[in-house]
């Protein structure tokens, strides 16, 4: 029922994308899916590891209270700004891969310079924007990259929701994991952040072989 009433609702792009089981079923034996989810849960350890331990790093530099949280928002504020940076180059010049794979580049030495403790404010501080200010970009654009690349619609619908799925189930993962209140897991959430931000470059740069 619910079938007929959205190919009802369709209007005249319904000539081109009948709906068909085993066209859903066939995504599913495609390299590229598996691909992209790959890469979008990779990617999404490294933003819950920095999400979890963020304010941890802030307080270990010497900093309490409303500093804190001032300087928490920071990164975020940057990941908003470089997101609509992308949101705009991806719109006009369709450039996704090539915005995601430097992203993702950035990411892997934010990660490098958190686990290896360097000790320096100004470099820590400058770790996490690197991280976290490129962290949801790249989330963005590996949704967009896989909107722009699969088709008809409701296979592109169900690439993305294994995406989604992928996501999710990588966050709750982790945070279950790695909970920010224990101290000692710092370090091996940032390890499997350097580990998953290496798999989503490899993930990723195969992913712009298949297409």
Excluded at 37 to 66: C, D, P, R, W
Excluded at 163 to 170: A, E, F, K, P
Aim: proline letters at 3%; aromatic letters at 10%.
């Amino acid at each position: 029922m619910w079938i007929s009433h959205l190919y009802r609702q369709s209007g005249p792009l319904r000539r081109l994308n009948n709906f068909a089981w085993h066209q859903v079923l066939r995504l599913f034996t495609e390299l590229k899916i598996y691909l992209y989810s790959i890469t979008a849960a990779s990617s999404q350890v490294v933003s819950s590891s920095i999400a979890n331990f963020g304010l941890m790093i802030i307080k270990e530099m010497g900093y309490e209270g409303v500093k804190t949280n001032l300087l928490s928002a920071g990164p975020l504020a940057l990941s908003v700004f470089i997101m609509l940076i992308c949101a705009v180059l991806v719109d006009r010049k369709g450039m996704r891969s090539l915005l995601l794979l430097p992203c993702l580049s950035l990411i892997t030495i934010g990660q490098f310079l958190i686990f290896f403790d360097i000790h320096s404010k100004s470099v820590t501080y400058g770790a996490m924007y690197l991280i976290a200010g490129f962290s949801g970009p790249c989330n963005t654009l590996i949704t967009v990259w896989c909107a722009g690349n699969i088709g008809p619609q409701y296979t592109k619908m169900a690439t993305l929701a294994l995406c989604l799925l992928s996501h999710t189930s990588v966050t709750l993962i982790s945070v279950d994991l790695y909970p920010p209140t224990d101290a000692l897991l710092f370090w091996h959430a940032h390890l499997a952040g350097l580990i998953y931000i290496v798999i989503a470059i490899v993930s990723a740069s195969l992913l712009t072989l298949v297409l």
